[in-house]
Nanobody
Framework: QLQASGGGLVQAGGSLRLSCAASKNIFRLNTWGWYRHPPGKQRELLALITPARITNYADSVKGRFTISRDDAKNTVDLQMSSLKPEDTAVYYC?????????WGQGTQVTVSS
């Protein structure tokens, strides 16, 4: 089960840190991704981090977002800075590439201009 948190309302240019907790028995061996689902658009992958902490980012967030993981706490975080109104979406984490866990409710991020 996944639980994403940390979303909220922020002005353009601001920052937020999202966190996602997963069960201990599945966390360490998986690559994890942060995704978002903007209104009226398809869900998209933003960033991923492997068990070896190799990261990759979508062009739309490269240089602004940073993904990290804490295997001791079974959490994967997304530090977001220089936020733009187009970053407004519901944000989710899930295993990559399988996304085999339930998506849950995600966490809403709203960026005002």
């Amino acid at each position: 089960q996944l639980q994403a948190s940390g979303g909220g309302l922020v002005q353009a240019g601001g920052s937020l840190r999202l966190s996602c907790a997963a069960s201990k028995n599945i966390f360490r061996l998986n690559t994890w991704g942060w995704y978002r689902h903007p209104p009226g658009k398809q869900r998209e992958l933003l960033a991923l981090i492997t068990p070896a902490r190799i990261t990759n980012y979508a062009d739309s967030v490269k240089g602004r977002f940073t993904i990290s993981r804490d295997d001791a706490k079974n959490t994967v975080d997304l530090q977001m800075s220089s936020l733009k109104p187009e970053d407004t979406a519901v944000y989710y984490c899930n295993a990559y590439p399988s996304a085999f866990l339930s998506w849950g409710q995600g966490t809403q991020v709203t960026v005002s201009s």
